[in-house]
């Protein structure tokens, strides 16, 4: 059996005859992958994976298996890291806390279950901007064949997917039933708020798209969700890669509860690079720290945006200037790791809505929790199925401006010049900035095209965020309408924390260990421009009909119900400002965004795949530059975020990179 305690695992890694010939640092969305591939397809090799989180084996966990519970299990430490962001200076110095997944399945296990994809173009910008050869469209929706659609109830607005979607037996992903069903038992129509959300968009001129996830993402749909039709519960990296090679597989042994502090390097060729061959972690329980001295053949680092740089930090590869802040030693000088952080910055809005729309909240009833769990249950459908969750529309800049009345070019005219002053306040290394200046250009050449999306509406029928209403047993229902921003032009920094003592020593409690991470939400005004926008379309579709009929007020920002802004967008469209209600809405807005702007969990870019001129950590084989037997396989290898959630990426990434070693075998 594939996951072993800590004396079968060392025992076997410190084996003469058969050591580990690969060891993953990371038993996550991606890492369970290249362990699964690795160890099926090379029968003959050792494959060790080193998992700081346990195991859940699927139908184990509510919270995680089901659908319509998506969200519960965050900040619980079985299941969440929670990391903290240093005080976030445009977000009124607030501290953000960042989820991600811990455990085998990693963010797959925790995450909130839709599968996007995202456009044609930025893929194969991999390719053409980056030099990664390879890496485009085509080839990456091939390593997706193992994400399998099950429609089950539902006409995915009508669309052919299959060319999309082969059928293998990995990840399953689900359309759900949507719920309510479409007219009610007495006959009566009763509309989702995903569908009167959906007849607004028709009304402002947003288009349905019948198959965002073939390379074309514009428009609205409700997103395919990562289930298994058959059971209704999460399909995730765990339950397709993991466990169904559980029982028969002897090649693969996976330590749970272990948690990597760094790489470990063989020096002693004074003439070749640095080798790695081993790794340093900490179990609990155990005082010191523990070693892997002699992986035979490649170390792959999956431990996510978060966590890959802190290890590669930790290992002495990053830029020296930050190393030597805690006496690390540099054995591979790269200014790139940790430096290119992206996520989608996004501003939540929050209504009140007519109390006869089923939301997400009827679930705090236990009468309608029992009958939904029964419907759950016997028949995969109702909220917990995942029938009301999320509908998701992608819209291009020309889309956003034609809705908020302001014309694309007053948006993109400033800015070339802010990002000017950008790069100049932003302490950039000369290969972090040239790699940044590239990633700006297309992002800029993106916001004049309309095959791109730049702000996401996602809605969510239920109050999303911590419901004060729900703790005093209130029965208000709520629509939340939340505005990612797609391409952001501000940069963070995730860098390690402080130097791991020596292996004698004692460590102190866990998270004195956790990485800093700074996103510098918004630091660039571009962004702020842009999410101020996104907030306006959400005003805006709740001004139309049939939306604005369902809406009873304002959640948040409360303020908004001082305003009449039904008059005010009316005198907007005439042509007639009200100058005064026009500045009190903008002073609302600013504040709103400050008080409430998030990421939402798609952190990217740490250990680029770019070259080490622009600032990049790994090469297209994902090969960390200058040391020798060391891969990055997550999602910190994406040189810029994507307009799409990200798990459809990891998934391929893990596919790719588990071709790329088992290609370099047989070269070997
Ligand atoms: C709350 C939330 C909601 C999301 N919702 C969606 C969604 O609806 N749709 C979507 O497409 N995407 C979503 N995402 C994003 C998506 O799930 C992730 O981007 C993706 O799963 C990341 O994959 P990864 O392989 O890069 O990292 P992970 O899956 O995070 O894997 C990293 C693994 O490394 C382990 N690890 C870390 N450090 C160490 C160490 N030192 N030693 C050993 N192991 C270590 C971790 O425990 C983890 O198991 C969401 C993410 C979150 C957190």
Redesign the pocket.
Known sequence: MPIVDLKAFLERANSKNDPFDYLI???????LIIAHRLAQNLSHVTVGV????TYHGSGSVPVIDTPGL??RS?NNPLY??AFKTEPQVNANNRTLV???????????????????RPSKDEYDALETTFNNHGWNWEELIKHMKSEHFEEKGNEWLGSDSSHVHEPHEQIKLTLPPVWPPTSSEAGEETLSLHDLTFQTMDNIGIPPNPNPTNGNNIGYARPLI?TDSKSGIRSS?VSGYLEPILKSCTNLLVLID????RVLFDHSDSIRKPRAVGVE?RVSGHDNNLQIQNVRREIIL????L??P??LEHSGIGDPRILQQNGINCIAELPGVGSNFQDHPAVPMIFEVDPKYPTLELLLDPEEFEKHQKLFTEKQEGILAGGLS?SLTFLPLHHISDITKTPSNIILDKIQTETEKYVETSNFSEEVRQGYEKQCQLQMKWLKDPRQAQIEIVCAAGFVGPNKDSQTGSKKRHLTLTAPLMHPFSRGTVHHHTAIPDSNETFPPNNAFEPKINPRLISHPTDYTLLMKGVECILRLTQTEPLKSAIRGYASPSELSTIDLDKLFKSIEEGQEDHESKSRLEEILNSHIKNVVRT?????GTAAMMSKEDGGVVDKQLRVYGVDGLRVA???ILPFEVS???????FA??EMASDILIKAYGNH
């Open positions: 640092i990371g038993g996550g969305t991606a890492g080193i998992e700081a989180g998506f969200g965050l969440d890291w960042l989820p991600r997944g811990k455990g085998l399945g990693g963010s797959s296990l925790i995450n909130y279950l839709c599968y996007t990562c990296s272990a948690s990597v502090t972690f999956s431990a996510g945006s966590k890959t802190d290890i999320f939402v969990h798609h952190p990217i997550d999602l910190s799409t959630h990200t798990v459809s990426t990891a990434i893990g």
